[in-house]
Nanobody
Framework: VQLQASGGGLVQAGGSLRLSCAAS????????MGWFRQAPGKEREFVAA????????YYSDSVKGRFTISRDNAKNTVYLQMNSLKPEDTAVYYC?????????????????WGQGTQVTVSS
């Protein structure tokens, strides 16, 4: 699976962005998908994940209620809608794919990673 993230940019605090992650390869619907982010000098951290079953999603406490993850298996794409953005959301955002179940908030669970897209939120 190859992943290509896009949609990052510069936005003011309180604004919105939608990230997309397009997957190539077979059987996209068989992968759990996640979004992680990494700010300068910090470790990569979990943001959100969605299971192969569309209805089950997971969020970090820091984004719950503001971000929404979704997927369109017909388009081989996963999205991250980010609302009410804060300066502390500034980071490079990565999408990732896992064929396994469970531990969706764990970096090591994911076998495939996109190249990252920069999100910068100004105050």
């Amino acid at each position: 699976v190859q992943l290509q993230a896009s949609g990052g940019g510069l936005v003011q605090a309180g604004g919105s962005l939608r990230l997309s992650c397009a997957a190539s390869g077979r059987a996209f619907s068989s992968y759990g998908m996640g979004w992680f982010r990494q700010a300068p000098g910090k470790e990569r951290e979990f943001v959100a994940a969605i299971r192969r079953n569309y209805s089950i999603t997971y969020y970090s406490d820091s984004v719950k209620g503001r971000f929404t993850i979704s997927r369109d298996n017909a388009k081989n794409t996963v999205y991250l809608q980010m609302n009410s953005l804060k300066p502390e959301d500034t980071a490079v955002y990565y999408c990732a794919a896992t064929p396994s179940s469970g531990s969706y908030d764990y970096v090591g669970q994911y076998q495939y990673w996109g190249q990252g897209t920069q999100v910068t939120v100004s105050s």
